[in-house]
T-cell receptor
Framework: DSGVTQTPKHLITATGQRVTLRCSPR?????VYWYQQSLDQGLQFLIQ???????AKGNILERFSAQQFPDLHSELNLSSLELGDSALYFC????????????????FGEGSRLTVL | KDQVFQPSTVASSEGAVVEIFCNHS??????FFWYLHFPGCAPRLLVK?????QQGRYNMTYERFSSSLLILQVREADAAVYYC??????????FGKGTRLSVIA
């Protein structure tokens, strides 16, 4: 058990809809990351928050947004969903920044599988 | 654009040593991270570093722009997806597309 909790585990919705994915990081971790895993695309970095503030942005669409709350949990909001948004969305957390061998180890949740029909 | 490259599949016989190669084009990345992912589970870190290292049956080789993960005495239960990742400074990890390992009994 990594200590990172993601909900929901599975979600099926229709095109044009909006969904929210939730992540609770490991206790004490300040950084939260969101990754998207699509078929044959590996883990694509979307966005990172550190102690409530956006720290880094990757290949995140404008239709997607995220935030980290004072209790450090994070939410990823996906709107105007398209078929191509169907993927496994992972949340990960780390104590510090990812570059550090000491504090940068990423602990992943089990993912939220989104299916857009 | 692809920055971390690894083979999409690798096959091995049980009991052998399997090598999964990774190389990257991230100019200021010095640390490699190898993750293991069983479908339905959370990816987890196997080994990391900026020098050769070992964690149990997992060995990591290190060159400036490449690394190999060696799994000793591979078992059927090792069949999974292995991800290589690097990071540039304090930026988030950049992952390869993953290597699916199949093990033949």
């Amino acid at each position: 058990d990594s200590g990172v909790t993601q909900t929901p585990k599975h979600l099926i919705t229709a095109t044009g809809q909006r969904v929210t994915l939730r992540c609770s990081p490991r206790s004490g971790d300040l950084s939260v990351y969101w990754y998207q895993q699509s078929l044959d695309q590996g883990l694509q970095f979307l966005i990172q928050y550190y102690n409530g503030e956006e720290r880094a942005k990757g290949n995140i669409l404008e239709r997607f947004s995220a935030q980290q709350f004072p209790d450090l949990h994070s939410e990823l909001n996906l709107s105007s969903l398209e078929l191509g948004d169907s993927a496994l969305y992972f949340c990960a957390s780390s104590l510090g920044t990812s570059g550090s061998l000491i504090t940068g180890e990423l602990f992943f949740g089990e993912g939220s599988r989104l299916t857009v029909l | 654009k692809d920055q971390v490259f690894q083979p999409s599949t690798v096959a091995s016989s049980e009991g052998a040593v399997v090598e999964i190669f990774c190389n990257h084009s991230v100019s200021n990345a010095y640390n490699f991270f190898w993750y293991l992912h069983f479908p339905g589970c959370a990816p987890r870190l196997l080994v990391k570093g900026s020098k050769p290292s070992q964690q149990g049956r997992y060995n990591m080789t290190y060159e400036r722009f490449s690394s190999s993960l060696l799994i000793l005495q591979v078992r059927e239960a090792d069949a999974a997806v292995y991800y290589c990742a690097v990071c540039e400074g304090n930026t988030p990890l950049v992952f390869g597309k993953g290597t699916r390992l199949s093990v033949i009994a």
